[in-house]
C-alpha cells in the first residue's frame, strides 16, 4: 500500500451535526488519523426524505470525499447507512466503507427479556436493516421502536439547553417514561441530548452505535493495511453543505462541547 494512501484522511459524513458524536469516539480510537467531516445540513433531515433522495445525496458526498484523497469513508448516520450503505459499497469496492447501525444487539444483550426502545428517524425504522436486526434480536427483549419524527431536524438547531426540545422528546417517547429498561439512540443525533432523553425517560443504561463504529474503523483500515503509522494527532477538518461561517462553528462546538452536554449550548 502506497504512502499517499496510508496517510490519506478517512472522510466521514452525516446530514449534519449527529456524525460528530460519532466522530468523537473515531478520535479517541484513532487519534492518529486525520479526518474530514462533511455535514449536509443542507438538505437535512435525511429520515423524513425517500430512500432514493438519500441514496442520491450519499452519493455526491461520497464523491467528493474520494475527490478529496480520503482512503476510507464512515457513514455516520444510521438513515444513510440503511438507505445507501450496501449501494456505495457495490459502487466502491475498494475502498472501506463502514456504516453504523442501532446498537439493539448489546442492548437486547444487556436487558435480557426487558423492555428496550429504540430511537431512530421514520427511514431507519421503515428500511430493511432495521427489520433484519428485529429479527434477530427482537424475540429476545420486548423491543419498542419508535419513529423520533422531527428531533434530528430539531437538535439541528443547537440551543440543546431550551424547554421546546424536553417537550418534544416527551411528546415523542414520554410515554415510555419509567417502563422501559434500556435505550437504544439508533440515530447519531440524539446522543448530543441524552441527559434530556434521561429527564423524560428516567435513568436507564443508553447504548449508540459510536464505540462499535469506531472499532469496526480500527478493524478495515488494519485489514486493508490503511493505518496511519503517525504518532502525532491527525486532527479533524469540518465541511458542511451549509457552507457559513456560522454553520462551522457550530459544528466545532457541537465536536467540542461532547455527548450528553446541556446547559446553554
Ligand atoms: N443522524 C442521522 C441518523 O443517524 C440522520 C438524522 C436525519 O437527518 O434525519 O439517522
Redesign the pocket.
Known sequence: MGDSQVCGSIGVF???V??ISVLQALVRELPCESFLYYGDSAH?????KTTEEVLELSRGIVAKLLEAGCKAIVI??????SAAGEQLRLEHPNIPIIG?EPALKPAVLATRDGDVLVM??P??VRLEKFQRLMDEWGSKARVHAVPCEGL??RI?QGRLGDADLTELIDSLVGRYANRVDSVVL?????PFVVNQIKAVLGEVPFFDGGEGTARQLRRRLVECELLNPNEHEGGVQFFSSKATSAELALYERFFNYGAGGVSNF
Do not use: K, L
Open positions: 452525516d446530514s449534519g449527529g456524525g437535512a433531515p435525511y429520515g423524513e455516520a448516520c444510521n438513515t444513510a447507512t453504523v431512530a428517524t427511514m431507519t434530528a431536524a439541528e439508533g440515530c447519531t443525533h440524539y
